[in-house]
């Protein structure tokens, strides 16, 4: 199975701040992995596929990158509406799995 | 626009069943997959169990097979899962999502489970 390490686990920043997360796999999955973004009582949204493809609708201060084993979420201009917990997931292998989440708020 | 709702709340006791419906609008539920992922309080996300809605193949996690059964009727655009002998540790939300071969989406609204004596 595809293990995936995501850090931090809790981070918080300034609104505009930029944010990084990293999300690691314990094996090759080329780019196919997604970013989650869940609010807080909310079922998890899709934020980004392939790695890197924003999802039609998500701001555009949001980007992927990465592939193989190493990938990073990155948030631009942090706003009061991005406060949530973020998932990697990864779609390369069965089972599907998900990193442990990092969860971001506003200092 | 795709979008799948689910079922309300259910309260358990240890040992009985729970099956959880999910009903999908605004895309081809026939030519997609259904995929389960549940979420512990305070916890991540734990892929359970995959059915391909046109042929009936399905596929679950090493830690839960026996206990879960997913199912779909293409007839309702309905999928279903089923959780036996449930424990205190299955008390979670369940969601079903869309699975494509690139990401998972859209999700369900999720249905809580509580399982207490």
């Known amino acids: 199975d595809v293990q995936m390490t995501q850090s931090p686990s809790s981070l918080s920043a300034s609104v505009g701040d930029t944010v990084t997360i990293t999300c690691r796999a314990s094996r090759n999955i080329h780019t196919y992995l997604t970013w989650l973004q869940q609010k807080p009582g909310k079922a998890p949204t899709l934020l980004i596929y392939?790695?890197?493809t924003l999802k039609t609708g998500v701001p555009s201060r949001f980007s992927g990158s990465g592939s193989g084993t190493d990938f990073t979420l990155t948030i631009r201009s942090l706003q009061p509406e991005d406060v949530a917990t973020y998932f990697c997931h990864q779609v390369y292998g069965t089972p599907s799995s998900f990193g442990g989440g990092t969860k971001v708020d506003i200092k | 626009q795709a979008q799948l709702m689910q079922s309300g709340g259910e309260v358990k006791k240890p040992g009985d069943s729970v099956r959880v419906s999910c009903k999908a609008s605004g895309y081809s539920f026939v030519n997609s997959g259904m995929s389960w992922v549940r979420q512990a309080p305070g916890e991540g996300l734990e892929w359970m169990a995959w059915i391909n809605v046109y042929n009936g193949n399905t596929n679950y996690a090493q830690r839960l097979q026996g206990r879960v059964t997913v199912t779909s009727d293409t007839s309702t655009n309905t999928a279903y899962m089923e959780l036996m002998s449930l424990r205190s540790d299955d008390t979670a939300v369940y969601y079903c999502?869309?699975?494509?071969?690139?990401?998972?989406?859209?999700w369900g609204q999720g249905t809580l489970v509580i399982v207490s004596s």
């Open positions: 999502v869309r699975e494509t071969p690139d990401y998972f989406d859209p």
């Open positions: 392939g790695a890197s």
